[in-house]
């Protein structure tokens, strides 16, 4: 079987950025010339790769297309203490400063055709919990737990009416992984097929994926679940462990 090429890097411009909550911020990029990015691309990944300089080494780290228009699209970046290299220079970028961008990526998104719906996240899945929740049926029921840095973090998402939303406000990620299986577990479990769909840091996403696992029985069908940043690891460290820590699962 071929292998998929991978899409050649693009060079885009920055645009201009907005606060989305205190910490969050939005960068929108666009210009890619003739090689233009593809469209219908919301909820896929894409690669933000930096140069090598005389400080630091070439880094590539991976962030969700938030909103798409014909010219240009949207990327959250979480801002926090700690933040690293991709933050940093979300917060310094200027109109015209230019970004290397691998991708996209494949979407990971909801089955529409499921029963119920139940979504949990962190702040660095709030992008891609976004795009599900908007693409959902209109008439979709179920929850959506999301964990936040702080109470101001909450902000207006297109949701099905029959979705509740439930902020849960955690000023030290990755020091609560039990914080959303906690929560979920004191939801109501809907009769018929539910789609899940879980993202977060490592830790959290174990703890999630037991609870979905031992205490829900659920299809691994109906479930989409991953990690997208590890407690006290760069991200390449977190690949390793990750791809790791998946194949231990399959065995399992």
Request: some cysteine; charged content about 25%; hydrophobic content about 40%.
């Amino acid at each position: 079987m071929t292998t998929p090429r991978r899409p050649t890097p693009r060079t885009l411009r920055v645009l201009g950025s907005e606060t989305i909550t205190p910490n969050m911020l939005r960068v929108t990029l666009g210009d890619a010339g003739p090689d233009r990015f593809p469209r219908d691309q919301e909820s896929a990944y894409i690669k933000l790769m930096f140069p090598e300089t005389d400080s630091s080494p070439a880094l590539m780290r991976t962030y969700t297309v938030r909103f798409q228009r014909d010219d240009a699209f949207d990327v959250d970046f979480v801002l926090h203490e700690d933040g690293g290299p991709a933050a940093q220079w979300a917060l310094n970028a200027k109109p015209g400063d230019e970004i290397l961008i691998g991708g996209p990526g494949p979407k990971k998104l909801v089955d529409p055709s499921a029963d119920w719906f139940l979504l949990a996240g962190d702040m660095t899945a709030l992008p891609a919990l976004s795009v599900n929740l908007e693409q959902m049926p209109a008439d979709a029921v179920g929850d959506a737990v999301i964990e936040i840095l702080h109470a101001d973090d909450v902000q207006p998402l297109q949701h099905p009416p029959g979705v509740t939303l439930h902020w849960l406000v955690n000023p030290h990620p990755g020091e609560q992984p039990q914080l959303l299986a906690d929560h979920l577990a004191t939801l109501p479990w809907r009769d018929g097929r539910p789609s899940i769909w879980a993202a977060c840091e490592f830790s959290g996403m174990r703890a999630l994926r037991k609870f979905f696992r031992e205490q829900r029985n659920v299809d691994r069908r109906a479930l989409y679940i991953s990690s997208y940043w590890k407690q006290g690891s760069t991200e390449d460290q977190h690949k390793v462990i990750k791809n790791d820590d998946a194949r231990a699962d399959e065995q399992a």
